[in-house]
């Protein structure tokens, strides 16, 4: 489960081999992929599959998401591309 704060945002990332559901249970997130930017909100899904660059973001509210990822941990899943942090910073 994350809580996220109002206009905070993950870094630009993809993974070699996990798929990414994200659960909103609370708010509204909005899920950036290379194909655009999707808005999930209050017990909506979205989910990202392997290989794919994405981001999520808060903009005026917090959020509370549950995050559940579908293989098994590898710490060097991730491929950084930008660190996270405000978005207006």
């Not at 995050?67 to 978005?87: A, F, H, N, S, W």
Request: aromatic residues 12%; contains cysteine.
């Amino acid at each position: 489960i994350l809580y996220l704060k109002p206009g905070s945002r993950c870094s630009w990332h993809k993974h070699r081999a996990k798929y990414n559901q994200f659960f909103v249970i609370k708010g509204t997130l909005f899920i950036k992929t290379e194909d655009g930017v999707a808005e999930v909100g209050t017990n909506q899904v979205f989910t990202t599959k392997p290989g794919e660059a994405h981001e999520f973001q808060t903009h005026d509210e917090c959020a509370v998401i549950q995050e559940i990822m579908y293989v098994k941990y590898d710490p060097e899943d991730i491929q950084r591309e930008t660190l996270g942090g405000p978005l207006n910073g």
